[in-house]
């Protein structure tokens, strides 16, 4: 049985426009995709990280796509004060997380998160409530499980 033959570019281009249109993480018109021998690069500003984050996954699974360029940025319209506001109130209205454990700055979008936590449970749940926070795009996690 002789192999398919893999996708063209256009072809990978097509479904990756068609599967960020049927996602509704993926803001529409705010993503630029192009295709250039089975490598999607991603470009354009979003408001949270979890949109660019589902871009980039959406691309990865095109069938065809050998790799993923992700210069999809996040939007920093919130300053840090109010991004270390949210992710502390995300942290008291969580019933798994001791915020007072934990502490948050924030710069440029970047959040850094230092402290002991009870569990890798509570870990998670902190780096989530972080990373989804408005004007996040990278979160750096130097919290330690110390029961």
């Known amino acids: 049985m002789p192999?398919?033959?893999p996708p063209s570019d256009a072809e990978i281009l097509q479904a990756g426009l068609q599967a960020m249109m049927d996602d509704l993480r993926v803001p529409k018109n705010r993503i630029a995709v192009s295709v250039n021998q089975d490598c999607v690069t991603?470009?354009?500003k979003v408001d949270w990280d979890f949109q660019r984050q589902a871009a980039a996954a959406l691309a990865t699974h095109v069938p065809g796509v050998r790799a993923v360029l992700d210069s999809v940025t996040v939007n920093s319209s919130v300053?840090?004060?109010e991004v270390e506001s949210r992710i502390e109130t995300a942290l008291r209205n969580s019933s798994s997380v001791e915020p007072w454990r934990i502490s948050i700055s924030a710069a440029d979008?970047?959040?850094h998160l230092a402290g002991n936590v009870g569990s890798w449970?509570?870990?998670e749940e902190a780096?989530?409530?972080a990373s989804e926070a408005p004007g996040v795009s990278h979160v750096i996690d130097d919290l330690s499980v110390a029961p």
């Open 109 to 111: 979008g970047t959040v």
């Open 121 to 123: 449970f509570e870990r």
């Open 3 to 5: 192999n398919p033959e």
């Open 79 to 81: 300053s840090p004060s």
């Open 127 to 129: 780096v989530q409530a």
């Open 42 to 44: 991603l470009e354009g």
